[in-house]
């Protein structure tokens, strides 16, 4: 027995010991997790398991990032021809138009288009259109053939005219690629593309305006002008109340001359209720208004109600931008004692003149007045296919969304708009900065007649002496009754 107790108290000891080592093992380990911290220790074991990966050096904000290239392409080379599809075609079999047609371009001798009429200046230019060639003439036709006469002034870059030639090479009987063009290993710079959901920002390329062409809005009054005005407007303020409506018709502001140089503060003295969207319910001779309706609006092609004809002429905020009109500009006023043309004691009952010889107070000659804003866009003379709101896309893209400044930046017609009831500088700013509704607005988008507005064609910078058939009777110079003062 006592052996055996001996025995169990050995065992006892050892386990206790045990036991004790144990807690001093365990109480160092906890000790380290206090002092040094959990993260420590677990670092410490991930680094066993795995290695540590060293993060890649930050990029150097001073290296500059290598330019975005792209490569000619025919694709690119077509969406630069829509600066050409005013004057040229390019398809088989299509006629000449301002230009000749472009089909075999490429390698063709120069000036050799069957039935298109050449300048002697290109006629004299001889050789061959190599891709060199036509790279030069593009990017400045008239620096590299003086007298030719292509109207436009070339491409802005290199990488357009590149482009341009590859889409023309391919327009042929053999087409070209750009490798067969020597274009292959050409690149350009090209802007990154937009990252997935960024919305694209489109920038509009700018538009030259015409070397020795100045475009100018009509000055201001000055300020003796402005108080002459005031004190007429004045004078009729006090007048107006004591006047019945016979001594107002016959009013000599109604006539000429005074008529002729009125201001529109002294029409709307007593006429503010045609931009009042408030006409009368009735005319004065008692006619309701619902039973009547303006000569403009028996017109099919006529939009918006009559209330606001004359605010959209007068105060709308595009007429005052780009519009500088007066109410005597379609109101010329006349007597109106005179008798209708037909109804002289003399005259036999419809023999009057097609022109009367006088124009009724309240009847505008639309003719000399709504005819210059809204006539048809004559497209047949401008060699063009069809009318522009069909043809538009074609000659359109989102960098240059005025297709009339194809050929009237700096080519055709450049002198314009010089006219004291237009804002020139404003219309050619909005031109370049927006798209061709600011032009084709009042040249054919508004049309209310069949025919278009005859105007004149002012001599501008390189112009062709050669007069075309349809322009043969138009005048050169605008009326002088709208001409502007002459600088000094």
Not at 247 to 261: G, K, N, T, V
Not at 381 to 393: C, F, K, S, T
Not at 420 to 438: F, H, M, P, Q, W
Request: aromatic fraction near 8%; glycine fraction near 6%.
């Amino acid at each position: 027995m006592r052996f055996l107790e001996k025995v169990l108290i050995t065992i006892s000891a050892v386990l206790l010991a045990g036991v004790a080592a144990l807690a001093v093992f365990w109480g160092g380990v906890i000790a380290v997790m206090l002092v040094k911290g959990a993260p420590a220790v677990e670092k410490a074991r991930l680094s066993a398991v795995r290695p540590v990966v060293s993060a890649p050096p930050a990029a150097d904000p001073s290296t500059p990032e290598t330019p975005a290239v792209a490569v000619v392409t025919a694709s690119a080379g077509e969406k630069v021809f829509k600066k050409c599809k005013a004057c040229h075609t390019v398809a088989s079999g299509d006629g000449h138009k301002t230009g000749p047609n472009l089909w075999n371009i490429v390698g063709r001798d120069v000036a050799v288009a069957d039935g298109f009429e050449y300048s002697d200046a290109m006629i004299g230019h001889a050789g061959t259109w190599t891709v060199d060639r036509l790279r030069t003439y593009l990017l400045d036709p008239k620096g590299d053939i003086p007298g030719n006469k292509m109207a436009f002034n070339g491409l802005k870059t290199e990488a357009d005219a590149n482009n341009l030639i590859a889409y023309l090479g391919l327009q042929a009987d053999a087409p070209q690629d750009v490798v067969a063009l020597g274009l292959s290993d050409t690149v350009v710079l090209a802007e990154a593309e937009p990252e997935d959901g960024a919305d694209e920002v489109v920038e509009i390329d700018p538009v030259p305006y015409p070397e020795g062409v100045t475009y100018t809005n009509p000055p201001g009054r000055s300020p003796e002008e402005q108080a002459k005005f005031d004190a007429l407007v004045a004078d009729l303020e006090a007048l107006a109340p004591t006047l019945d409506y016979q001594r107002a018709r016959y009013h000599p502001l109604h006539f000429s001359p005074m008529i002729e140089e009125a201001s529109n503060e002294q029409c709307l003295t007593c006429h503010q209720e045609i931009l009042d969207h408030k006409p009368r319910a009735a005319s004065i001779a008692g006619v309701p208004a619902e039973d009547t309706i303006a000569w403009y609006q028996t017109l099919d092609t006529y939009a918006g109600p009559q209330d606001t004809f004359h605010y959209r002429h007068l105060e709308s905020d595009f007429a005052k931008e780009v519009m500088n009109l007066e109410c005597v500009f379609c109101h010329k006023g006349n007597d109106p004692r005179e008798e209708t043309p037909d109804m002289l004691p003399t005259r036999e009952a419809f023999e009057a003149g097609v022109v009367p010889e006088f124009t009724l107070r309240k009847m505008v000659n639309p003719s000399e007045t709504c005819l210059r804003c809204h006539g048809q866009f004559p497209y047949e003379v401008m060699d063009l296919e069809a009318p522009w709101h069909e043809i538009r896309a074609d000659m359109e893209y989102p960098e240059a969304p005025n297709g009339c400044l194809s050929c009237h930046a700096e080519g055709f017609r450049t002198v314009r708009h010089g006219v004291s009831y237009l804002n020139a500088a404003n219309i050619e700013k909005l031109a370049r900065e927006g798209s061709s509704d600011t032009c084709y607005g009042c040249h054919g988008g508004r049309a209310w007649y069949r025919i278009s507005y005859p105007y004149p064609r002012h001599a501008w910078p390189d112009m062709d002496e050669e007069i075309p058939e349809w322009a043969v009777d138009r005048p050169t110079e605008s009326d002088p009754e709208y001409a502007l003062p002459a600088a000094e």
